[in-house]
């Protein structure tokens, strides 16, 4: 694939040009071991790696134009170089050209928040699919071309990966696309260049704060994804959560906002709830879904509020709403032959967690005891560590402190950190053990044939990440090993 270098050029605005451009060019990277002849180059500033220590091994590879905020020490004839102030916006905008995609014509839908994001883009993919609309999704879990699964390495791909996949979508007829927006994929600039049709925010809670260092830097970062949306795109926002506002402050886009408390243009109640769905109350009209807790009815109301700013029937989105299936990893059930119940779920900051178990709670009848498993991962946000612990501690009958992906740290010094966290008084039902398998196990032993068990933290991953090393490791299969299924 080519396309003319002036061309490809004037989408960017760049302060100097040395050296003679090629005709054309035919690809672009950020990737130095990646480039091809006839490539761009576009040295990106990340937050471990600097692209400008890479620019001659680009050139190596055939590079032809470089993109890059500083010039190098060294020119070579052979090669154009182009400087601009953020090489990371030039990308998203030269990808854009590149593939000249039409943001009018692909329509992406953008959802962000700290807890909620895959599950709403998901089930926009699956509701979106249903109704005969090709979509494309991409989100932690899994990416999707229309019907072809694709393995997820982040929440948001990287520039170039997120344009390939947007390319790869058109080719193949989806006219949507519903994506996770993580805090990181905006402040790094990874989704530079989208026109976005719409966004969504879910929620904001303690997460992410080893990279954003303060709760108001994350809050800022999350609102410049709305502020940033077009005057032709909706911003819906929830607006029982305290930032809802907040992030409609300074957009031009169109302002929604639904809610389960409070006025709003979309409004949903929970008449019942069991441990095998609830009843809603959407905008006037029931409907059963296969979701459980508060925090799934804000998701499943977002998710009935963009399909119809998008166009939809409302009796044809609440007819398919109710034949949803939660998302793989987020409050999966299993049962044994005795009658005992265990719930995998990603849960991984103090508000997911307090929200799994305080919906498990509410379904517990006197003989039901919750037992959890949860763990917290390493090299993040320390602070939330303690306060998953109290609030694990709380909320559960007993509670087992284990190993979740330690990273580089050391993973007794992580569950000692989460028992800090734990009220003295509730000590004694707290145990530690950091072989997370045993302590999946130790919980299923404990277990009566009435009792909960929460394994926490993971969800859908299939591995657990220690000294830098994946290792193979699925809580849903070890859950199933023990439970004879």
């Not at 500083?70 to 090669?79: A, F, G, L, R």
């Not at 790869?168 to 006219?175: K, L």
Request: with cysteine; glycine share 6%; net charge neutral.
């Amino acid at each position: 694939m080519q396309i003319q270098t002036n061309k490809l050029l004037q989408t960017i605005q760049y302060q100097e040009i040395i050296g003679a451009l090629p005709a054309a060019i035919t690809g672009i990277e950020t990737d130095s071991r990646k480039v091809q002849a006839g490539y761009v180059f576009v040295a990106v500033q990340g937050v471990a790696v600097d692209g400008h220590q890479y620019i001659a091994k680009a050139i190596e590879q055939g590079a032809r134009v470089v993109i890059c905020q500083n010039m190098p020490q060294t020119i070579d004839s052979k090669v154009a170089y182009v400087r601009v102030l953020n090489p990371a916006v030039a990308c998203g905008l030269l990808l854009k050209a590149y593939y000249e995609i039409d943001f009018s014509k692909f329509k992406v839908i953008g959802v962000t928040g700290t807890n909620g994001k895959t599950t709403t883009a998901t089930l926009l993919y699956q509701l979106f699919e249903n109704v005969g609309l090709q979509a494309g999704l991409i989100s932690t879990v899994r990416n999707y071309i229309h019907t072809q699964s694709l393995e997820s390495t982040h929440t948001t791909p990287d520039t170039i990966q997120l344009y390939a996949l947007f390319n790869a979508m058109i080719e193949q007829g989806c006219t949507y696309c519903f994506m996770e927006v993580s805090s990181h994929a905006i402040h790094q600039h990874r989704i530079a260049g989208i026109d976005f049709c719409g966004g969504i925010f879910t929620n904001l809670t303690q997460d992410h704060l080893d990279y954003h260092k303060t709760i108001a830097e994350y809050l800022q970062v999350k609102k410049s994804f709305f502020d940033n949306l077009p005057s032709y795109a909706f911003a819906l926002t929830n607006s029982d959560d305290k930032n809802g506002d907040v992030m409609l402050q300074n957009t031009v886009a169109h302002k929604y906002s639904y809610s389960l408390k409070g006025f709003s243009d979309f409004k949903c109640k929970i008449l019942e709830t069991h441990f095998d769905g609830m009843l809603l109350q959407i905008d006037g009209t029931e409907v059963w879904t296969k979701f459980i807790g508060a925090f799934n009815a804000y998701n499943i109301l977002s998710v009935y509020a963009t399909a119809f700013l998008l166009g939809l029937n409302k009796d044809q989105i609440l007819q398919i709403i109710s034949s949803l299936n939660p998302v793989d990893g987020r409050i999966q059930f299993f049962r044994n032959a005795s009658g005992t119940t265990a719930v995998v779920d990603y849960a991984h900051t103090p508000d997911a967690l307090e929200n799994i178990l305080s919906s498990i709670k509410k379904l517990c009848g006197p003989h039901n005891k919750i037992i959890t498993v949860v763990g917290a991962g390493g090299n993040r946000d320390t602070t939330k560590r303690p306060i998953m612990g109290k609030i694990a501690a709380q909320l559960s009958d007993r509670l087992i402190i284990t190993s979740d992906n330690p990273r580089n740290e050391d993973p007794l010094l992580i569950a000692q950190q989460m028992n800090d966290g734990v009220p003295a008084d509730m000590r004694s039902k707290v145990i530690t053990i950091i072989d997370r398998k045993e302590a999946i196990k130790t919980a299923v032993a404990l277990a009566q044939h009435t009792d909960i068990i929460l394994v926490a933290g993971k969800g859908h991953e299939t591995y657990q990440e220690i000294q830098g090393v994946k290792h193979h490791f699925d809580d849903r299969e070890i859950i199933k090993e023990l439970f004879n299924l």
